[in-house]
């Protein structure tokens, strides 16, 4: 069981806090934590008080942080344009700007840095940071689940300062003219935790379960401060003015409910460090810090349409902190606890990524990771939850499954438990019978957060896409669950915690049993594993397998030769016969013959099987260009050519075990060994045994689950990955690989799944030009997915931005632990032949 402190020093460099960034992106995330409390740094390659911050569509948000030295009078802009509330003409204080000495960021973390001048010439400046923490935390769903950041500031030197933090109630509305009322909460402190004070503010009227340009009309911004810090809200000049004069407010509070920018009220605190006093020691003090939080509260979260009809769902926190007011407290104490999780994911992230890519892949994976579960909110009960998505962006659907799925790569390397519960809504639903059609939904609400489904069967009409994806996840969380030993994991937090399972829960992934591990209280259980994940993926599939046997049988009709439909690059538009969407479907098939295996229905295994054998024969004769060079956009586009990303599906679920386990092929089998199959396994770093099999030692098989028969025989031929990655090769741009043939844009979440599975020499020059993409482009708003691959690298419209789908930029490093670990020197070779 792996412990939290542990992680491998195969590079220590790299692990010194929060490393330096290799990419300078246009947007950082500062605030994530779900669709509704999304506060992003807009302008990341500028001084920050360039600019307001921005909730993900691009709008300003009021947050607003000032420095002042008292021995100067002299106040600094941090963060937002509070100096557009001060007089360049005051008597009583100057203004004047720190220098900026750049942002560095990690999976959970941003920090901004900022150098302060000294009050006498020849002193040292005094060195201030704000780091935002939004923690992702994968072996507690507990703490992922709550909705709420950190901000600390940190200061370094030997002179006075004081600082100012401001919010507004662009927080809790989209509308600038709604009407807010705020007030200021003391909590009695509990125990030995520190008191806090907290402002809340919320719209007068709230609109529950309504958006206005996206942003949240209903709920509540907590933002909280330990009691030793001063307080006041009031006309956000007028706050900023008294703070640049005097270094500090009056603790008190405008009564005076307002519009959001009517003389604008905003919720301020302030804190005065006293670095230069001569302290009972006789020494002074260098460092110091103060934390605040913001959180912000929804309950409902969504409405669903779950088996028992249309029900609010709260929020998952619930559960366990049954007041706002505890939930606060509980998340303001466990800042340590919190932290430490989000290094040891961020830490071992680093790690991973640098061994599997390069510097590049370390930043571009950090960036991926708040921004994927930064569209989701967890909802129900430990007994059975459920996380809610949106798609940012591109249409505001509600859990879209071709959004799910180009994400599920971050999940698998992640946490597949979460997976599990962005998947469950959907079964649900369907199993229910509120869903008509005989494939499987794109959506479950045509508008987050009304997850009010299509009981007309008229939602978006992707047939062969969902069906497939939906087959080829339910076959990856099977198999994440399906491991002997912690090596052999999925995901190396699957092994943290108990080992507990509850085979009387209503849901066979339960969140019933949390416990201690390393000191640190509330870690899920373990996720399978042994006995425990058999009897898991058994119960699970038994009660949903009607629906996969349908998917299936919808696709044995419709996948070989697809016919004018969408995929989940819709906005490519309809096209039939397409031969990444047919090769999606045959792959899907081929997955319900092993979900069948693990339930061992053997004619259902043995008729999707032979199925699926007879289809992918023929879709080499309809998809491949004449000369064998490379697969067709379609089948009857005769000279087009498309990234041909349904391969990583075959080499994630282990149908290509000449890439996920050598030793296991057949000697029978009528492939060569080709470039993908060297190397060893890659076991989770923290082990020695691990350790050692990096130096050289033999992997041994891996030993199939029970029920479960090893796969032999490569699925789809060797070779159709060998012509892909070449002509990848021949047809690359500036910025990466285009999508196909039609157009010179491209989608990163593909590029990625695509480079997986080329040649090592491919695959550096996509990560390379992606990085190089994000150096220059000119988009400027959170990580895009869709981007053009030439001119300025900008949006090609739409305009896709802030999307989740870009957890699939984690599919190197799921590939690697998919089938009890890949290769580790899968693409070590320099050239193909």
């Given amino acids: ?52 911050p921005m909730f993900w569509t691009g709008s300003e948000v009021g947050f607003a942080i000032l420095a002042s030295t008292p021995d100067t009078n002299t106040v600094f802009p941090l963060l937002g344009r509070p100096q557009d509330s001060l007089s360049e003409r005051a008597k009583d204080y100057n203004i004047s700007y720190p220098k900026y000495k750049g942002a560095t960021y990690d999976a959970s973390v941003t920090n901004l840095s900022y150098a302060i001048p000294a009050p006498s010439r020849g002193a040292d400046d005094l060195h201030l940071t704000l780091s935002f923490l939004s923690p992702v935390t994968p072996s507690s769903t507990l703490r992922q689940s709550l909705p709420a950041s950190y901000l600390n500031i940190y200061v370094d030197g ?189 830490d071992q992230l680093r790690v991973d990524a640098y061994e599997s890519g390069s510097e590049n892949y370390v930043d571009i994976v ?191 009709e419709y996948s070989l030769e697809p016919h004018n439909q969408l995929c989940t690059d819709d906005f490519a538009g309809w096209l039939a016969l397409q031969t990444n969407l047919a090769l999606k479907g045959i792959v899907g098939i081929k997955a319900m013959s092993e979900l069948a295996n693990v339930l061992d229905y053997k004619d259902d295994k043995n008729e999707y099987q032979n199925i699926s054998e007879t289809y992918i024969e023929k879709w080499q004769e309809f998809g491949m260009s004449r000369d064998g060079s490379h697969a067709k956009l379609a089948y009857d586009w005769y000279g087009s050519w498309t990234t041909l990303y349904s391969l990583y599906a075959d080499a994630v679920l282990c149908f290509h075990p000449s890439i996920t386990n050598e030793i296991l092929v057949s000697e029978e089998s009528s492939d060569e060994p080709d470039f993908h199959a060297a190397g060893n396994l890659q076991h989770p770093l923290p082990l020695e045994k691990a350790a050692k099999n990096r130096k050289g030692d033999p992997q041994h098989p891996i030993k199939p689950p029970p029920e479960r028969k090893p796969i032999t025989k490569n699925f789809i031929p060797d070779h159709i990955y060998k012509v892909q990655s070449k002509w990848y090769a021949a047809v690359m741009q500036k910025y990466g690989l285009p999508l196909d043939s039609r157009h010179l844009y491209t989608k990163s979440d593909w590029e990625f799944e695509a480079a997986a599975v080329a040649s090592k020499s491919v695959r550096s020059d996509i990560l390379d030009r992606v990085a190089n993409w994000l150096n220059e482009t000119v988009t400027d708003r959170p990580f895009t997915d869709l981007y053009n691959t030439e001119g300025n690298g900008g949006f090609p419209g739409p305009n896709f931005f802030a999307r989740p789908v870009i957890g699939g930029h984690f599919a190197f490093l799921t590939l690697e632990r998919a089938c009890g670990g890949t290769a580790a020197k899968a693409f070590e070779f320099e050239n193909e032949e």
Avoid at 6 to 33: F, K
Avoid at 368 to 380: D, E, I, P, V
Avoid at 462 to 476: H, K, Q
């Fill in 1 to 52: 069981m792996r412990s939290f402190g542990v992680i491998a020093t195969a590079s220590t460099a790299l692990l010194a806090g929060v490393a330096q960034a290799a990419l300078t992106p246009p947007v950082l995330p500062l605030i994530v934590r779900n669709p509704y409390l999304s506060t992003w740094l807009g302008n990341a390659r500028e001084e920050p008080w360039k600019k307001w």
């Fill in 158 to 346: 030997d002179f006075d300062i004081d600082v100012y933090v401001d919010v507004n109630g662009q927080w809790v509305s989209g509308n600038r003219g709604n009407k807010i009322e705020w007030k200021l909460h003391r909590p009695e402190p509990v125990g030995g935790a520190e008191p806090l004070k907290t402002w809340i503010v919320k719209r007068q009227i709230e609109q529950e379960l309504t958006e206005w340009s996206d942003q949240a009309e209903w709920g509540q911004l907590h933002f909280s401060a330990p009691t030793g810090v001063r307080h006041e809200s009031g006309t956000s000049a007028v706050l900023r003015q008294r703070f640049s004069r005097t270094g500090t407010l009056q603790n008190d509070n405008d009564g005076s409910f307002r519009g959001i920018m009517d003389e604008e009220p905003v919720f301020a605190f302030s804190k005065s460090f006293r670095l230069g006093n001569i302290s009972s020691l006789g020494k002074s003090k260098t460092s110091d810090s103060v934390m605040f939080t913001i959180a912000h509260i929804q309950d409902p979260i969504v409405q669903y349409a779950s088996a028992r009809g249309l029900t609010y769902m709260r929020p998952l926190w619930k559960s366990w902190f049954i007041h706002d007011e505890e939930m606060i407290r509980y998340h303001y104490g466990d800042f340590a606890n919190a932290d430490a999780l989000a290094r040891n994911y961020s």
């Fill in 366 to 556: 950090a960036l991926s990771a708040r921004q994927t579960m930064g569209a989701t909110s967890f909802g129900g009960t430990p007994e059975a939850p459920l996380l809610f998505l949106k798609e940012i962006s591109s249409n505001g659907n509600s859990q879209t499954v071709d959004v799910i799925f180009p994400a599920w790569p971050f999940f698998l390397y992640t946490n597949p438990r979460w997976g599990a519960y962005l998947l469950q809504p959907l079964i649900e639903h369907q199993l229910s019978g509120q869903y008509p059609n005989n494939y499987s939904m794109h959506d479950l609400g045509y508008h987050f957060p009304n997850l009010t489904g299509h009981a007309d069967g008229r939602d978006e009409y992707m047939p062969v896409e969902e069906c497939g994806d939906m087959l080829i996840m339910g076959l990856s969380l099977v198999n994440s669950l399906s491991y002997n030993t912690d090596a052999e994991s999925q995901s190396i937090w699957s092994t943290v915690g108990n080992t507990n399972y509850h085979a009387t829960s209503e849901s066979a992934f339960a969140l019933t049993s949390l416990g201690m591990h390393d000191g640190i209280s509330d870690i899920d259980d373990t996720w399978g594993g042994g006995t425990k994940g058999v009897k898991q993926a058994q119960k699970w599939l038994r009660e949903s397998y009607p629906l996969w046997k349908k998917w299936t049988g919808y696709l044995v």
